[in-house]
């Protein structure tokens, strides 16, 4: 259910408290029957805001191209991947593939401090954080993979 920007006006009015209710009927639904939106002021706020913060990050998706994003997730997915599989490497003690691991880790280190930082909502809340955390729990599972893979070789 798509909740109504309500003005400033109606809440002056009703001069509502933080846990007052505020009940207002937004329209009628296929059946004609009243619906009806009931939440505290808060709720309301939070509800507004979410809202307003979803519609940030989708203006922020069309203005940028998608070629932009996938660089930026593909980036950010490599950096979290080899952070997290030179943990596992000093771990088990595999010198050779921990110089590997440092060597690429600081390459993509290289590459992630050098670029544009990330202004928008969009690359702060989820072209950064969410393709690392993805690529390094990735890096963790693959680590064992991979170092078993180099030994027999």
């Known amino acids: 259910m798509d909740v109504p920007n309500y003005d400033k006006e109606f809440f002056k009015q009703k001069k509502p408290g933080v846990l007052q209710k505020v009940t207002r009927v937004l329209g009628l639904d296929e059946y004609n029957h009243n619906i009806v939106y009931n939440c505290t002021y808060l709720q309301y706020i939070r509800i507004n805001m979410a809202k307003k913060q979803f519609q940030k990050l989708v203006k922020e998706w069309k203005d940028c191209g ?70 390094a729990f990735t890096g963790y599972k693959l680590s064992y993979v991979l170092q078993g893979l180099i030994q027999n070789l």
Request: glycine share 10%; proline share 6%; no cysteine.
């Open 66 to 135: 998608p070629k932009e994003v996938f660089e930026g997730v593909r980036d950010n997915f490599f950096f979290g991947f080899l952070g997290a599989t030179i943990v596992v490497f000093i771990a088990t003690r595999a010198d050779l593939m921990v110089l590997f691991g440092y060597l690429s880790y600081y390459y993509m280190l290289g590459r992630i401090q050098n670029r544009p930082r990330y202004v928008t909502d969009l690359g702060k809340l989820i072209v950064f954080p969410i393709p690392s955390a993805l690529g």
